[in-house]
């Protein structure tokens, strides 16, 4: 068994799983091409959502607005938010700064193409390479960026054990009708956890609407749209209830 710690949280990985193999590699949503897709799409579609969060005058900040959003995101309480396609410092620091308040015991990015500059790293083979983060570098947060597929990482990590950002990539970066992102969505059910949150931009299209129509994660599972928004300006949330 195969157990990585995560900037503080010790995760036993499951075994590969051998079939995403011959999805990840000749996918055109993976391998060399996700490193222009990100770089572009991180750039100029998920770096302005943090800001917008949180800006004076989003519709998120309106009182009853604001409820809707701070009850979902207790539920990040005591647990590890793994954000999907978390792009770089730039997206990351301001990201944790969010949900900070919310008391998540670590952040984890995962990103195929996240750079984090001379910090120490190790590699975990057929999950990624791993930089902790650290106080001494100014992180909000505990917990690491690992630089991998998102796939695979998720493959990798135990059932029902984390919450999950889709920070933009629900619907920029994973067409769910193509094999990689069925995968994705199908191991974002798996590793969800009962108590914890799966939370995106939008539910026009895109991965998070899937999995909100899914069967096998909405059988009691609650969608939690917050009123008077736009995909630009919103959180959509998702409940995975235990069956």
Known sequence: MTVVNLGGEAFALRNPTV????????????????????????????????????????PLELPHNRALRDRALARLAGMPVVDLGCG??????PFQAFIKPFNPKLYVGVNHVATYGYRPWHEVPQFGIVTPFSADYGDPLPGAIVRGDMLRVLSRLPDNSISIALNGIDRAILPPDLPYGKA??????????????????????????????????????????????????????????AA
């Open 88 to 93: 770089g410092p730039e997206s990351t620091d």
């Open 19 to 58: 079939e995403y193999e011959d999805v990840i590699l000749p996918e055109d949503v993976t391998a060399w091409v996700v490193g222009q897709v990100e770089a572009t799409v991180l750039a100029r579609h998920q770096s302005p959502h943090v800001p917008r969060w949180t800006a004076g005058g989003s």
């Open 184 to 241: 994705v969505a199908a191991e974002i059910t798996r590793v969800a956890h009962p108590e914890g949150l799966v939370f995106g931009v939008t539910l026009n299209g895109g991965i998070l609407s899937t999995l909100a129509e899914a069967e096998s994660f909405t059988g009691a599972a609650v969608p939690i749209e917050i009123a008077n928004t736009t995909a630009a300006d919103g959180f959509y949330f998702l409940q995975k209830v």
